[in-house]
């Protein structure tokens, strides 16, 4: 018998509108899905089940009543503590953060998930203030893997990840700097969307600026499309915000590939060292796409790796995040978030320009790429998960969590929509993702490429057999 827990959001909806179960059902499962694995995994900052469960009781009445709120009524959802949450703190997983509040705003996303009559159910953990590919903190401590509890999550929206991929929610709200959505996807094997930058309104703005998106996580692309539907639409609070969306996100998701120009570069012109199992996988993906009948090519964007540049932007941001901060607060910041503070300290005017430049030219490129393909395919990583508690894998030689990222940090220098679908298991049984991006504002073809190979049986991989 298929579990409460193992359903998708739009199964959620259609269940409740036919009867079969209600809000309080989903939501009593979810919250005793969090009870059982939140010793494993430490996912979870924070988890209010009375107050879930009267949300959930208000939402079952509106269903009763034929009258649901909104796209989501009565959805579990989790939310990365990075996000405002009115009514809660939000503690960005650092020590430095008072918990007193005053805590009386939603982020634009929780906000318009909560018109949505979405059920939040928990915060969930992130690495300080976001700041790298992995998930601990001094104040949280570690996120495990849900398929080997002795790996990481990824990071930084590694308890959003977890919390999907063990049926704590079928959605969480993530945020996406250098790889964040996409990274702990990857590694837990679920569905994650770093939209265009701008499509999902953020407030309050982030220290790192125009790198930083918001995004869903989800089972599938079905659901992030219909997430997607909700949390883009407009807040007046983030002045660098796209126009309202034409249509759904849903619109043509089932259209299929056949005809879609696809680019494949497995290491992106040679430049990254791809672990044999994760190549594989990989490849059987784009064969399934090609399949499907899409042209496939394998060939590689003109891509130089953006790394100097984007830590010059990243690191800036994070000393951004310390310059309120006295002597004896700063001692409180996770070691490496210190290092990268001092490093951007350093950094001059004149070298943000330089990095903005860096920038602009990888933009260019990707946009003349795009004018012959519609997306581009590559793993998301090149390796599966890691031992958990580190910032880079051993005996890898990278200094940074960004020696072992190439493939999603350059997408957020460029603002594309990126995503990654689950395609495979390594032969340890740890998830690989795949990564389709498109040009800015093409979502939707993300999306519909994503949902092919769901559609196909191509994406989408077991569940972990966490108890």
Known sequence: MTRLTDLTATQLVEGYRKGEFSPVDAVDAVLRRIEETQPAVNAFVRVDGEEALAAAGASADRWRRGEPQGLLDG???????????????????????????????DAPSV???????????????????????????RRHGVTRNPYDTARTSGGSSGGSAVAVAVGAGPLSLGTDGGGSVRIPASFCGIFGLKPTYGRVPLYPATPFGSLSHVGPMARDAADAALMMDVISAPDARDWSQL???????????????????????PTLGGQVAVRPG???AVRRAVEGLAGLGAYVEETDPDLTDPVDAFHT???????????????????????????????????SALDTIGATDTRAELGRRMGRFHETYDVLVTP???LTAFEAGAEVPARSGARRWTGWTPFTYPFNM??????????????????VGLQIVAA????????????????AGIAGIPAPSLP
């Open 75 to 105: 959805v579990p959802v989790t939310v990365k503590d990075l996000l405002l949450t009115r009514g809660h703190p939000t503690l960005r997983g650092s020590l430095t953060v008072d918990a007193a509040g005053p805590w009386d705003e």
């Open 111 to 137: 906000a318009r998930l909560r018109e949505h009559g979405a059920v939040f159910v928990a915060k969930t953990t992130t690495p300080e203030f976001g700041w790298k590919g992995v998930t601990d903190s």
């Open 243 to 265: 126009g309202p969306v034409p249509g759904s996100f849903l619109d043509g998701i089932d259209a299929g590939v056949r005809g879609l120009r696809v680019a494949f570069s």
């Open 278 to 280: 994760v190549a594989a």
């Open 313 to 347: 932007l990243w690191f800036s941001g994070a000393a951004g995040v310390a310059r309120s901060l006295g002597p004896d607060r700063r001692e409180l910041l996770d070691p490496g978030l210190r290092e990268i503070v001092a490093a951007g300290a350093r950094f």
């Open 380 to 382: 998301t990583m090149p």
């Open 414 to 431: 460029t603002q594309q929509p990126a995503a990654t679908v689950p395609c495979g298991l390594d032969a340890d049984g740890l998830p």
């Open 440 to 455: 800015r504002h093409a979502d939707a073809t993300v999306l519909r490429t994503a949902h092919a190979l769901y559609e």
